[in-house]
């Protein structure tokens, strides 16, 4: 049985005094596999990466183990307790309005100098000194005087620094009312079809604040400078964003499918002897990210939501009826939307109640099948 220890990192205070933490859980293998690093919740409401959480170190006590795994549930310690009602907010700071998902940094600046001084290395030599490099350069940035970090970047780099021991980052998320979808970066596609998930947004290899870019970015930057001077190497990591359904809700049962799914990525990625899961058969569709739509409202209205998450949609078929009870004797007060263009619908907004140009749908348009 593999042994699971703990540690709690203090990533920030409170008003009243209270340290913000953030339990951190290590798994170790027998050090022949990769090093892996999986958060969840990061945005307040998107919760049910903290059972997939559960359920995978459920299983990772029983498995054959070469890779080491750090495991963070509640990544964001303010964005869960950020209630508002009965509902959770928590996707961007309430004090700055800032996405959480989008304060980390980019490393890649590191790339240029590294490689004048690490032309000829060994490719371990490469990836262990890079590694080191980013390490060191987050932990500089940790040290600075506390007046010159605001909060979610304190939160940020606490988790950068985590991330960037690994060679595989999962940061689990949800949509709104949402399929089960993957983002992941352009280089990586061939991984995409060893996770259960049947929809997979190809996002380019550049950096727009995210855990998964953060991660990925600088190595990607790195096979480049190198392929510039003449040289192959790998891109040494891979990291994704894990959509794993609709946010406000904990399903145990669906966590458990969700964790065979990440088992089935790692098995190929050589985190166990043998092969504890194989990915399951079926039909995945990938989009580029410039064909993944954002459907907006065209109205204000009280909206029933007809497409559902995972349903394919053609041109000209209803989507959505919007009511607008304040014309029900002048006009017509049941609005039918329909969208221009064969897509599946990933995911739709939360509320029944909107207003003209709320980001109604997102869509896989132009898909193919991966
Ligand atoms: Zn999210």
């Keep these: 049985m593999n042994q699971i220890t703990q540690e709690n990192i203090q990533v920030g205070e409170i008003a009243n005094g209270l340290p913000l933490s953030i339990p951190v859980y290590r798994v170790q293998g027998d050090g022949s596999g990769p090093k892996v690093y999986i958060q969840a919740n990061m945005h307040g409401a998107e919760v049910q990466g903290n059972a997939v959480i559960y359920q995978l170190l459920e299983q990772l006590k029983h498995l054959p183990l070469k890779a080491d795994v ?25 004090i700055t309005g800032t996405n959480w998902n989008r304060m980390y940094v980019d490393h890649s600046h590191l790339v240029e100098e590294f490689i004048e001084t690490h032309l000829d290395c060994s490719l371990e030599q490469i990836k262990a000194s890079f590694r080191q490099r980013l390490l060191d350069h987050t932990n500089t940035q940790l040290a600075q005087p506390h007046d010159r970090i605001n909060t979610g970047k304190r939160i940020a780099l606490n988790l950068q620094r985590l991330a960037h021991e690994a060679d595989i980052v999962l940061d689990l998320h949800t949509g709104p009312i949402s399929a089960k979808h993957l983002y992941c970066p352009e280089y990586a596609k061939p991984s995409a079809s060893y996770f259960n998930i049947p929809h997979v947004l190809l996002i380019p290899n550049d950096f727009d604040g995210a855990m998964d870019e953060a991660s990925f970015c600088p190595w990607w930057k790195l096979q480049q ?8 190497i790998p891109v040494f990591t891979e990291a994704f964003t894990v959509e794993l359904g609709s946010q406000e809700k904990i399903d145990l049962e669906e966590a458990l499918n969700d964790a065979n799914s990440l088992v089935s990525y790692l098995t190929y990625k050589q985190a166990f002897s043998g092969s504890p899961q194989q990915p399951e058969e079926m039909t995945r569709y990938a989009c580029t990210l410039e064909n993944y739509r954002t459907f907006y409202a065209p109205m204000g209205g009280m909206i029933e939501y007809t497409a559902k998450p995972g349903d394919k949609v053609e041109a000209g078929q209803t989507i959505a009826k919007i009511l607008r009870m304040e014309r029900y004797l002048s006009e017509n007060p049941l609005n039918t939307i329909s969208i221009d263009e064969d897509a599946i619908t990933i995911l739709h907004f939360a509320s029944a109640s909107v207003n003209q140009g ?11 099948i991966l």
């Excluded at 509640?74 to 009602?85: E, L, T």
């Excluded at 400078?225 to 003449?230: F, L, Q």
């Design 70 to 94: 750090t495991l963070v549930p509640y990544a964001n310690p303010i964005g869960c307790n950020q209630k508002s009602g009965e509902f959770t907010l928590g996707r961007f700071d309430p």
């Design 225 to 232: 400078a190198y392929a510039e001077k003449g040289r192959q």
């Design 358 to 368: 709320t980001e109604l749908f997102k869509f896989f348009t132009k898909y193919e």
